[in-house]
């Protein structure tokens, strides 16, 4: 099936510092959406964007729908240390209605 | 307003055991759709209904199967399991239509020994 490529897998950073994750694929997407899931948790939902270039902020988050609609980046000012957790983008494929694909997760990790 | 609610929060089947898993969304959403997740596969797409109907289909055996009732709460039924089903199921729910938006659930964590 179609994949997205998150990156990094993972990333260690100390407090305070600023992250930047992205997700690309070689197909148009309709929409990118940006998840947060804690050990044992279902993933909760971040960020939302449905226009190509359209960048939007959650507090500390931001995130942008890339001008050729084939990648997504999201960016976390001055992190905290329950920041950690893992990272998900998910799009909606052109064409392909009512189904989320997931990139593999950015693993990350906040040394206080 | 409650989210997703996914019950049980943990199985434990024996292979070739079948297992139900239930799914109630948001109050107002009509889309719910099911996803296993894996260390080595991430989340997988299983399938999506919209009033009672699938929409949508992962490429997942016939084994897995699923339903949605009149008042949108869903639910899915694996059959005859085996050692590989061992995931993490969860639910999702959204309005539908074009807002794609899908709130989880916490998930079911099902181990097949």
């Known amino acids: 099936g179609q994949q997205l490529n998150q990156s990094p897998q993972s990333m260690f950073i100390q407090e305070g510092e600023d992250v930047s994750m992205n997700c690309t694929s070689s197909?148009?997407?309709?929409?990118w959406l940006w998840y947060k899931q804690d050990p044992g948790e279902g993933p909760v939902l971040l960020i939302a964007?449905?226009?190509?270039?359209e960048l939007t902020s959650n507090g500390r988050l931001t995130a942008q729908f890339g001008i050729t609609r084939k990648d997504s980046f999201l960016n976390i000012s001055a992190s905290i240390p329950s920041d950690v957790g893992i990272y998900f983008c998910a799009g909606q494929l052109k064409g392909s209605n009512y189904k989320l694909t997931f990139g593999k997760g950015t693993l990350l990790t906040v040394n206080p | 307003k409650a989210g997703v609610t996914q019950t049980p929060r943990y199985l434990i089947k024996t292979r070739g055991q079948q297992v139900t898993l239930s799914c109630s969304p948001i109050s107002g959403h009509r889309s719910v759709s099911w996803y296993q997740q894996t260390p080595g596969q991430g989340l997988q797409f299983l399938f999506e209904y919209f009033s009672e109907t699938q929409r949508n289909k992962g490429n997942f055996p016939g084994r897995f199967s699923g339903r949605q009732f009149s008042n949108s709460r869903s639910e899915m039924n694996v059959s005859t399991l085996e050692l590989g089903d061992s995931a993490l199921y969860l639910c999702?729910?959204?309005f539908g239509g074009g807002n794609t938006e899908a709130f989880f659930g916490q998930g079911t964590r099902l181990t097949v020994v």
């Open positions: 197909s148009i997407f309709n929409t």
């Open positions: 964007l449905y226009k190509a270039g």
């Open positions: 999702a729910s959204s």
